[in-house]
């Protein structure tokens, strides 16, 4: 039985990479909102979403876009993460356990004409998908969240800035979450990822397996957007200057993985074993807050940084071994010019991290927006703004360029 799962799982799989070709084309966009806060304390808990190297006074963020799912009087307008790991949409549904607070009500099934669950036998119901035969219902778990699977119409813009209604989306509809960061606003998460229910996929032409987005700064108490993830024929060309790397997708590995063969500290290429990269992905996901660095590779950027920091005059300051890495100013005429970092990539792509991305700076001191991750490495959003990102799925292709769109 498991075998048969897993075959249908990849034959998902490879009918996910069959994009349309470019000829039928065409695009949706969605504004992408900023949203920053000071972190919930009751949040912090091993979710994609969580903020354990955060504590105020620094600020936490978090990309969304505004999505319209259901009909009728259940019509909603949900804030969604954008997500780029997790294998499906997925939305808080009335009931939910906890109910957190979110931006306007959370959908409510019930009120909705056009929201049909999925069947324990539909033919999505796959793994990681579980077919639940007492209740008929098909059900997801997710790190953050808990529910069924269901169809239900979207409401996405097209290029034109029309509304366009896409019937029997297929998402999950969560009734319970753990430990969802939702800044009091976010409804659930948007999937980019390439797996076979992800919004990315759903859309078919209209996206073509290509999307791209640049993350602004937060603004405090501004939600205004100012920058646009775009899907398909709207995405634009990347300039002939852009940095490009592969994208490497495995059935099972969830979201992106990029072949990371190197960091760069400040003017220093770091001296770490190849096999720390070898044995530990490195993925790129806008719905973690900051970067993660796999543990061994953590320890060499924090004694790279640790001495150059002092050289600009910062002391490390004392803390629990294991934590953040934070840093008091020795005197007022410290630098605030802080070492950049680089990753380099296998087929010779370099993604720059400027200093100014890498600390979060209040009074005498400097929090390093850099975390130790268990077993991957993830570049989560703080480091990723001000650079338009751009996937290509179908090419395989990541390209990146440095563009304000704050
Ligand atoms: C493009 O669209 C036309 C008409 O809608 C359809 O007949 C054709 O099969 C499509 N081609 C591809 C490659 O999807
Ligand atoms: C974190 O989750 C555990 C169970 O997974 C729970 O017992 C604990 O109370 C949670 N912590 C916070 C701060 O919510
Ligand atoms: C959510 O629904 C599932 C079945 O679909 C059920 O097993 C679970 O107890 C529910 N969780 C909550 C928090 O209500
Ligand atoms: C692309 O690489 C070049 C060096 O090869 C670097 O100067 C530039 O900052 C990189 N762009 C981004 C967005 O990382």
């Known amino acids: 039985m498991f075998k048969l799962f897993g075959v249908l799982s990849v034959l998902l799989w490879s009918f996910a990479l069959a994009w349309p070709g470019p000829r039928n084309l065409t695009g949706v966009s969605f504004q992408i909102v900023a949203l920053s806060r000071a972190p919930d304390m009751h949040a912090i808990n091993g979710s994609s979403y969580a903020i354990k190297y955060l504590s105020p006074p620094i600020m936490t963020r978090a990309y969304a876009v505004f999505i319209t799912i259901g009909t009728g009087g259940g019509q909603r307008r949900q804030a969604l993460a954008l997500d780029t790991t997790t294998s499906m949409s997925w939305v808080m549904c009335q009931p939910c356990r906890p109910e957190l607070p979110q931006e306007g009500r959370i959908f409510n099934p019930a009120t909705s004409p056009t929201f049909h669950g999925v069947h324990s036998n539909d033919p999505v119901c796959v793994p990681p998908y579980h077919r639940l035969h007492t209740t008929n219902r098909c059900?997801?778990?997710?790190?953050?969240?808990?529910?069924?699977?269901?169809?239900?119409?979207?409401?996405?813009?097209?290029?034109?800035r029309v509304t366009e209604s896409f019937p029997g989306v297929v998402?999950?509809?969560?009734?319970?979450?753990?430990?969802?960061?939702?800044?009091?606003?976010?409804?659930?998460a948007l999937s980019l990822s390439p797996a076979p229910l992800s919004l990315l996929t759903q859309l078919g032409a209209h996206a073509g397996g290509r999307f791209s987005y640049c993350l602004p700064l937060p603004r405090m108490f501004e939600h205004l957007p100012r920058s646009f993830l775009y899907l398909g024929a709207d995405v634009p060309r990347p300039p002939p200057h852009a940095n490009m790397t592969t994208i490497i997708m495995q059935p099972g590995v969830p979201g992106y993985q990029l072949r990371l063969i190197g960091i760069t500290i400040g003017d220093k290429r770091l001296n770490i074993d190849r096999h720390v990269f070898d044995d530990h992905s490195c993925s790129i996901n806008p719905a973690v807050i900051i970067t993660e660095i796999v543990e061994p590779a953590f320890?060499?950027?924090e004694s790279a940084m640790v001495p150059q920091m002092k050289k600009l005059g910062w002391n490390r300051a004392e803390g629990p071994s294991g934590g953040p890495l934070v840093f008091n100013k020795m005197h007022r005429s410290a630098s605030l010019e802080f070492p950049k970092m680089v990753f380099h990539f296998q087929d010779g792509g370099e993604l720059w991290f400027p200093g100014e991305y890498l600390f979060d700076t209040s009074g005498m001191k400097a929090h390093f927006l850099v975390g130790r991750g268990h077993r991957m490495t993830v570049i989560g959003a703080t480091q990723q703004v001000n650079t338009r990102f751009t996937f290509d799925v179908g090419r395989r292709r990541l390209s990146f360029v440095s563009q304000w769109c704050s």
């Open 299 to 301: 320890l060499v950027v």
């Open 171 to 188: 998402f999950g509809c969560a009734n319970g979450t753990i430990g969802f960061h939702n800044h009091d606003i976010l409804g659930g």
């Open 139 to 160: 059900s997801f778990h997710f790190s953050s969240s808990v529910g069924r699977l269901a169809r239900e119409t979207f409401r996405l813009l097209n290029q034109q």
